[in-house]
């Protein structure tokens, strides 16, 4: 199978870190771009797209879940935009030699254990 983008894939909704990792690292190699793949232009990299990512919403007041008057070229958008902030936070993880899925699990965990669950009794 082959999705939009021209990689072939297993399912449609199998995507992992592990392999948008991979291919990060792939597109940055093909390039010659691994030398300006450092920590901390990354990191730079990624503060700019969080910003583009904010200009969305900029200006708009809170907007409703499931973005239910957005056109799908605003959607699309933000599709990108998110994707931008995703890529890098992962590339970032990469050359810092990190497991950011088992770190975002043990997180999640240690976050459990912070705030636990307050029975709620109905009124
Ligand atoms: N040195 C680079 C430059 C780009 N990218 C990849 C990661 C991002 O997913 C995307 C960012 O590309 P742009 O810098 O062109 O940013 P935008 O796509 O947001 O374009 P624009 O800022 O024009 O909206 O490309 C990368 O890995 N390394």
Redesign the pocket.
């Known amino acids: 199978m082959e999705n939009s983008y021209g990689y072939p894939r297993k399912a449609k909704d199998d995507v992992s870190l592990q392999e948008l990792r991979d291919r990060?690292a792939e597109?940055?190699q093909v390039r010659g771009?691994e030398q300006?793949?450092s920590p901390r232009n990354l990191l730079l990299?990624l503060v700019g797209?969080v910003g583009?990512l904010s200009e969305i919403f900029q200006w708009k007041g809170e907007v409703a879940r499931g973005l239910p008057n957005w056109s799908s070229d605003d959607k699309e958008h933000l599709e990108?935009?998110l994707?931008?902030v995703l890529?890098?936070l992962i590339?970032l993880a990469d050359v810092c030699g990190l497991d950011l899925g088992q770190a975002a699990l043990t997180k999640i965990v240690k976050n459990a254990r912070k705030y636990p669950i307050v029975n709620q009794t109905a009124t």
């Open positions: 990060l597109f940055a771009w300006y793949h990299a797209e583009e990108e935009e994707s931008d890529l890098y590339r």
